[in-house]
T-cell receptor
Framework: SQQGEEDPQALSIQEGENATMNCSYK?????LQWYRQNSGRGLVHLIL?????REKHSGRLRVTLDTSKKSSSLLITASRAADTASYFC???????????FGKGITLSVRP | EPEVTQTPSHQVTQMGQEVILRCVPI?????FYWYRQILGQKVEFLVS????????KSEIFDDQFSVERPDGSNFTLKIRSTKLEDSAMYFC??????????????FGSGTRLTVV
């Protein structure tokens, strides 16, 4: 079964708009992380939220975590064309666990 | 900023041949990983490596796969007898401590493996 499931699968917005991406997971976690992947490139770590945190900010990124619903959202404010990429949520389920990634969301920001 | 370096960037191999994918993790990191991504699909965990041994592996990581850290800097993934379905982008990653201890991964740019 899939630990992390993002939605929507694809999102197309106009530059300047906000982009909201959601991630749901199935088991309890230590933390949840969001990564960005530009086409054909490696994944870049964006932000990490611990299981005892509810909201975190980093620049134009805002991530929330609702452990009761087993879900997280990533908000990118004032989007730019350079934000066009795939975004993945990933969960760590134990102290020594690896990250398990979702299928990703393709974000297109139109100039 | 420190980087994870992967070579080659693209490898084409005949089915049944052995390939070795190479990675140089960040020097002070202690945990090392291989993931793969079949085109357009999710990022799949293959194996994690800590303290000179495999700490966890997935069902994908069968007897055809092996990892080594031969000299304290390189971290290699070997596929002994490649199959067509091994065609994918292979990513190496490293982290200072494990993800469960609230550390993110640094990924390399990947090796695109094409088995023909």
């Amino acid at each position: 079964s899939q630990q992390g499931e993002e939605d929507p699968q694809a999102l197309s917005i106009q530059e300047g708009e906000n982009a909201t991406m959601n991630c749901s997971y199935k088991t309890s976690i230590n933390n949840l992380q969001w990564y960005r992947q530009n086409s054909g490139r490696g994944l870049v770590h964006l932000i990490l939220i611990r299981s005892n945190e509810r909201e975190k900010h980093s620049g134009r990124l805002r991530v929330t975590l609702d452990t009761s619903k087993k879900s997280s959202s990533l908000l990118i404010t004032a989007s730019r064309a350079a934000d066009t990429a795939s975004y993945f949520c990933a969960t760590a389920t134990g102290a020594n666990s690896k990250l398990t990634f979702g299928k990703g969301i393709t974000l297109s920001v139109r100039p | 900023e420190p980087e994870v370096t992967q070579t080659p960037s693209h490898q084409v191999t005949q089915m049944g041949q052995e390939v070795i994918l190479r990675c140089v993790p960040i020097s002070n990191h202690l945990y090392f990983y291989w993931y793969r991504q079949i085109l357009g699909q999710k990022v799949e965990f293959l194996v994690s490596f800590y303290n000179n041994e495999i700490s966890e592996k997935s069902e994908i990581f069968d007897d055809q796969f092996s990892v080594e850290r031969p000299d304290g800097s390189n971290f290699t993934l070997k596929i002994r007898s490649t199959k067509l379905e091994d065609s994918a982008m292979y990513f190496c990653a490293s982290s200072l401590l494990s993800a469960g201890n609230d550390y993110g991964y640094t990924f390399g740019s990947g090796t695109r493996l094409t088995v023909v």
